[in-house]
Each structure stands twice: as C-alpha cells, then as structure tokens.
C-alpha cells in the first residue's frame, strides 16, 4: 500500500496536534516550584457545613508564591478528601492538588 506524502503529512500533523493537547492537560495539573513553599499561615477553621469539606489554605507557585484562601468544596458520597500537599522532587518542589479517593 503507498501513503502519498500528504497524507502522511497531515497524518503526523494530527498526531503532533494530538500530542501537544495531550500534554498540555498534564503541564496545567502539575505545578513545580524551584524552592521549598514559606510556613504555612494560620487560618481559623470555620464550623462544619452540611455537605462540604474544607479545604484549608495552601501556597500556589506562580513564579513566585502566592497565598490561596481555604472554601469550602462538595462532598462526595463514600469519597474522602486528601488535603494538597507540597513534596520534594528531583531538587524542586511539586504541589499535588488536593483530591477525592
């Protein structure tokens, strides 16, 4: 079977499209910081609320570190919430977002 070279060349077009979206979605998830995030500040806990968990306040590279405020996110049913956290990686420093399991 002979592939013309268009078609081959829109082929791999696609696929390089395919690729870059792909990846995109993965760079957005993943945030990396070249230093350690500073102390975590102090926040008060509001009161339980129906249906929710809290989600405290956390630091955010954004070339540099910015404060996020805690809220409140829906709870879901048979799910727990594990808090996001900062980890140490290959020198830097990787934030994992906070998630249901």
């Known amino acids: 079977m002979k592939l013309s070279l268009r078609r081959v060349l829109t082929q791999a077009a696609f696929v390089a499209a395919g690729l870059v979206s792909v990846s ?14 500073p ?32 809220h409140w996110v829906a709870a879901e049913e048979r799910r727990r919430w594990v808090a996001g956290v900062w980890t140490p990686y290959r020198g830097q420093y990787r934030y994992v977002p906070g998630h249901w399991i």
């Open 39 to 70: 102390a975590e500040r102090y926040e008060p806990v509001p009161p339980p609320r129906v249906g929710f968990v809290w989600d405290a306040g956390h630091w955010n590279w954004e070339g540099r570190y910015v404060w996020v405020p805690g």
């Open 24 to 37: 995109g979605a993965y760079a957005a998830a993943v945030i990396i910081a070249p230093t350690a995030p």
